[in-house]
């Protein structure tokens, strides 16, 4: 495991900054500035700052990652939150890229290996353009930033106008933290998992700690976003958590929650069937009870019962 961080940690590379400036030569005309990133690899795009005494051209911006469409045709869509922004060119402003497929930060940028991800800023430059949609320095200076995570150089510059339209955007966390919070509602993994076989004597210890996991409950809810939000505006983010989870899960807002339970408490209250799973199973009618694991038992035959399910435990 030590030898692991090891090797992972070396392939990891903190890469050159980019400045974001239309003084920046290296936005090649028409073609913008093409990199790649490995996963592991950290990057900077830092705002352009301008010194108070020597009377440089102050510049703003506002940054986006964006999909290829919008690279290609400059434009942004208003609801679209940028990346960075650079609004006060005396400071010191950068936004730090963690090339990484997955982030524990709910707000996190994730990024797939092998696909292209695309960065622009339509505004002017000037702090009276710093809110345009349209144009912009995308396209008078081809501020454009391609990141083509995981790949080789060896493909070339990508050719905006004859690959294919990638309309989707990478998977970002696009709620706002000032009026938007995300909370988990379980604890963090702390049950060890060991490469002991199962039914064997743990013996002096338990042998090699293989991971943590915890433990989840069956209707627990596990990430809850609250706030000025609807549904629909989190809907996407929180769709790409639930696949991530090694277990069914899905999105419901607080309505649908309530009415779930409202229908299973009705269901178990109105139920005209005399004899329940639970009757049945705790008064041990015809032996039934030979056949039903403990598991069935606690939950009243809710879930899929041990022979039908051979491989649970």
Not at 33 to 53: E, S, T
Not at 229 to 254: C, D, N, Q, W, Y
Not at 276 to 285: E, L, R, S, V
Request: one cysteine or more; charged letters at 25%; hydrophobic letters at 35%.
């Amino acid at each position: 495991m030590i030898l692991l961080a090891v090797i992972s940690s070396c392939r990891a590379v903190t890469l050159e900054s980019i400045l974001w400036s239309s003084s920046n030569a290296k936005f090649t005309p028409s073609q913008g500035l093409v990199l790649y990133p490995q996963i592991g690899d950290k990057m900077d795009i830092v705002c352009p700052r301008a010194d108070a005494f020597s009377g440089e051209r102050e510049e703003f911006y506002r940054v986006y990652l964006v999909s290829r469409s919008q690279m290609e045709s400059c434009t942004i869509d208003k609801t679209d939150t940028p990346l960075l922004n650079c609004d006060k060119p005396h400071r010191d402003v950068k936004f730090t890229f963690k090339f990484q497929e997955f982030s524990p930060n709910l707000w996190g940028l994730e990024f797939l290996k092998g696909r292209d991800y695309y960065i622009t800023s339509t505004s002017a430059g000037s702090l009276q353009g710093l809110d345009n949609t349209d144009g912009g320095v995308c396209r008078t200076k081809s501020m454009k930033l391609v990141l083509r995570v995981g790949q080789s150089n060896g493909r070339g510059l990508p050719s905006l106008g004859s690959h294919r339209d990638d309309s989707s955007k990478p998977s970002t966390r696009k709620m706002d933290s000032r009026t938007t919070f995300a909370l988990w509602r379980i604890n963090g993994p702390y049950k060890p998992i060991t490469r002991k076989g199962l039914g064997q004597r743990m013996g002096g210890g338990k042998g090699a700690i293989d991971h943590y996991v915890t433990p989840v409950r069956y209707g627990r809810l596990i990430v809850e976003v609250g706030g000025k939000v609807e549904l629909g505006e989190v809907e996407h983010i929180l769709t790409e958590v639930a696949k991530k989870l090694p277990f069914k899960a899905k999105v419901m807002s607080r309505e649908s929650l309530a009415d779930m339970q409202k229908k299973q408490a009705d269901m178990e209250q109105n139920n005209q069937n005399p004899w329940t799973f639970k009757q049945i199973a705790h008064g041990n009618m015809l032996g039934i009870r030979k056949v039903l694991s403990p598991f069935d038992l606690v939950n009243n035959g809710r879930f899929t019962g041990k022979f039908h399910n051979p491989g649970r435990v």
